[in-house]
C-alpha cells in the first residue's frame, strides 16, 4: 500500500517523462502517461483523505462519483480516453493532447486545493 508520499512521487515521475517524449510523435502515450499521472494524484489526495487505496480503476471512479465530484468531472475523460487510445487503437492526434493536458491540469488544481 503506497503512502501518500510514495504517490506524489510516482505523479511527479509520471510528470516529468510526460515532458520529455514527443506528444506529437506519440501522442498515444502522452494521454496513456497523463491518464496514470492523474491515479496518482487521486490515489495521494485518497490516502491524504485517510481512504484505503482503490486497487482499481472501477473502486476508483466509484469513489469519485461519490465523494469527490468536481475531481470526477475532470478525471472521467482521461480515463474514458486513455482507455479509447490504448485498446481501441485510436489515432489520437494534437487536438486530442491539447485536451487531455487541460483535464490533466484541472485534475491538479483540484487535488492541489484538496491536499492543502
Same mark, same amino acid.
Given at each position: 500500500m503506497a503512502t501518500e508520499s510514495e504517490h506524489r512521487q510516482q505523479a511527479q515521475h509520471n510528470a516529468e517523462l510526460l515532458a520529455t517524449f514527443d506528444h506529437a510523435r506519440f501522442p498515444d502515450w502522452a494521454a496513456t502517461v497523463a491518464f496514470y499521472q492523474a491515479v496518482h494524484l487521486i490515489e495521494m489526495l485518497f490516502a491524504h483523505d485517510g481512504r484505503t487505496p482503490s486497487g482499481s480503476h472501477k473502486t476508483r471512479n466509484q469513489i469519485l462519483k461519490r465523494h469527490y465530484p468536481d475531481l470526477w468531472k475532470e478525471y472521467r475523460?482521461? @480515463? !474514458?480516453?486513455?482507455?479509447? !487510445?490504448? @485498446?481501441?487503437?485510436?489515432k489520437v492526434n494534437d487536438t486530442h493532447v491539447a485536451y487531455v493536458l487541460r483535464r490533466l491540469r484541472r485534475v491538479e488544481h483540484i487535488v492541489a486545493e484538496l491536499v492543502r
Open positions: 475523460p482521461l @480515463y !474514458a480516453f486513455s482507455r479509447t !487510445a490504448r @485498446y481501441w487503437c485510436m
